[in-house]
């Protein structure tokens, strides 16, 4: 049972992972001076663009977004507004609680919102990818067994370990080791990318190990 969902699931990953790999060696091949502590911020925004990219192409070739009741241009075109709509409060949010966690408010703001976009892309992207622009199955899914596929266990582990390495990310910070990855955001979204990455790989694992015991209720 769900050998063909994880098959997939792990291509999907696999491929969404060497994005990010592209991404970071495509600049510092093209760019002069690029790296990933230098110049941060590229390398923030080129990851962001590859994963949102790759994930929004891959998911919507395997059908996995739950499928529209209408299929009017004006119903799509809503549907792609509220997308993009939720995306933005997505980075508004991350910003907000940054901020609340200790973040600059006004000095390094584009630094902090750069950081929210990464976050946004790695984990509300993936939820509009899989659950669509519905609020509601957003906190089903997050919700005490609210899962009712292998793609909303996966959402699930995935987002859970994106926040926690950026979480996690943060604890050198302070520390004074004047070391170049603990310039702000470098730690935390380093911390993101490197849950994000591990989330990936234990996701298929853990639903293939589990996959006897998975009970899904009917949607």
Same mark, same amino acid.
């Given at each position: 049972m769900w050998d063909h969902e994880i098959r997939a699931m792990a291509s999907t990953h696999a491929i969404i992972a060497a994005s990010v790999f592209m991404a970071t060696i495509l600049p510092a091949v093209l760019v002069p001076g690029f790296s990933v502590y230098g110049t941060h911020l590229l390398w923030l925004y080129s990851v962001s663009a590859a994963v949102a990219a790759v994930s929004v192409s891959v998911f919507w070739l395997l059908g996995i977004s739950p499928p529209t009741k209408k299929h009017t241009l004006g119903y799509k075109l809503s549907r792609l507004f509220r997308s993009c709509l939720y995306f933005f409060l997505? /980075?508004?949010?991350?910003h907000t609680v940054?901020?609340?966690?200790?973040?600059?408010? %006004?000095?390094?703001?584009?630094?902090?919102?750069?950081?929210?976009?990464?976050?946004?892309s790695l984990t509300t992207l993936r939820c509009? /990818?899989?659950?669509?622009?519905?609020?509601? !199955?957003? %906190?089903?899914?997050?919700?005490?067994h609210g899962a009712m596929s292998v793609w909303d266990t996966c959402l699930q582990i995935t987002v859970a370990f994106t926040l926690i390495g950026a979480w996690l990310g943060a604890f050198p910070i302070p520390?004074?080791?004047?070391?170049?990855?603990?310039?702000?955001?470098?730690? /935390?979204?380093?911390g993101a990318?490197?849950?994000?990455?591990?989330?990936?790989?234990? !996701?298929?694992?853990?639903? =293939?190990? =589990?996959?006897?015991?998975?009970?899904?209720? /009917?949607?």
């Open positions: 997505s /980075c508004l949010f991350f940054v901020i609340l966690y200790g973040a600059p408010l %006004i000095e390094s703001a584009l630094e902090t919102f750069s950081l929210a976009v990464l976050l946004t509009l /990818c899989v659950l669509g622009p519905n609020v509601q !199955a957003w %906190i089903r899914v997050f919700s005490r520390l004074d080791w004047d070391r170049p990855w603990q310039v702000w955001p470098v730690s /935390c979204s380093l990318m490197i849950g994000y990455l591990t989330g990936l790989v234990v !996701a298929p694992a853990w639903i =293939h190990y =589990h996959r006897k015991q998975l009970t899904y209720k /009917c949607k």
